[in-house]
């Protein structure tokens, strides 16, 4: 596996799990806990979640819960400019993704908010654009597994055989974007995006078949429906779920956990080491 990614100069190490912190920038995130609006609010959050060490901090100003709101391109780019003042102006060594399937936005936030790594949720299926963007910002891409829309991916949870599905997916963009001399990608298989309750704890079982890529793992599962529906809870009560997933995850050859709550995931990293597990 590539053991590091280049954000702008600065080489990242993945050769030991990381954290991604998630800030959200809207009010319609599934998890009330991660939405932030104020300048005050983000500032505390992400001071936070660098405390508890984040190595990443993942901003996202367009909800992609199932059957969100859409937001136009305009509105994303605000909420990305307001939090990029915020961290920019307060911890400028922080590394930061932008969560978006636009390429206009990521352009927005590499070039003018000072962003050094795009997450987008579509692996490129949403604006054709972006593979050629990325290969042009000369930035880390996190490709993630869907089908359809947020609005409409729910729709689009048949396979024939889910596993052949995803890894083709991502065997066909890895090579285009290698094509495009584009080097520092991250696959995320996309827990929750076209994947109904059954099909993600399948996809967890098998995760360590991603490994046959030779590139980084990462996984979002924090507080998500294949959790909370599985145990009879909430997103608020979804914590100790979390972090179960996310210790098997780690099992598994994870190398980059996405969360919300950035404390629980390092001890879980921390503990896998100890005990040799990773």
């Known amino acids: 596996m590539h053991s590091t990614i280049n954000c702008k100069g600065r080489l990242i190490d993945l050769s ?26 983000i500032m505390a959050r992400v001071q936070l979640q660098l405390h508890e060490g984040a190595s990443i901090i993942d901003i996202g100003a367009y909800s992609t819960r199932p059957g969100c709101v859409d937001v136009s391109p305009d509105v994303e ?63 880390p891409y996190i490709m993630m597994h869907i089908k359809g829309t947020p609005q409409t991916m729910q729709q689009y ?5 889910m596993m052949d599905e995803i890894i083709k997916f991502f065997a066909e963009r890895v090579e285009r974007l290698k094509l495009l001399g584009v080097n520092d ?16 704890y399948q996809l967890m079982q098998r995760l360590d078949e991603f490994k046959v890529f030779g590139l980084p793992i990462l996984v979002g599962i924090s507080r998500k429906s294949m959790i909370y529906k599985l145990l009879g809870n909430t997103p608020n ?11 098997i995850a780690l099992t598994k050859g994870a190398n980059i956990l996405r969360v919300h709550d950035v404390q629980p995931a390092m001890e879980a990293i921390r503990i896998c080491e100890k005990t040799g597990l990773i």
Do not use: W
Not at 121 to 136: E, K, N, Q, V
Not at 187 to 194: E, L, T, V
Not at 237 to 247: E, R, S, Y
């Open 237 to 247: 009560d979804a914590l100790n779920g979390t972090t179960v997933l996310n210790t």
């Open 16 to 41: 030991k799990p990381l954290v991604m912190g998630i800030v959200n920038i809207n009010d319609d995130s599934f998890y009330a806990g991660s939405r932030c609006n104020t300048e005050d609010v």
């Open 157 to 161: 949870c048949h396979y024939d055989n």
């Open 185 to 200: 990608v991250i696959i995320d298989p996309g827990f929750g995006f076209a994947k109904d309750l059954e099909q993600n």
């Open 77 to 139: 780019m605000e909420r990305i400019a307001l939090a990029m003042k915020v961290i920019n102006g307060n911890f400028p060594e922080a590394i930061v993704s932008v969560d978006t399937f636009r390429a206009d936005v990521a352009r927005f936030a590499v070039e003018e908010c000072g962003v050094s790594i795009v997450n987008d949720i579509s692996g490129g299926t949403l604006d054709d654009r972006m593979f050629a963007t990325i290969a042009d910002l000369h930035v």
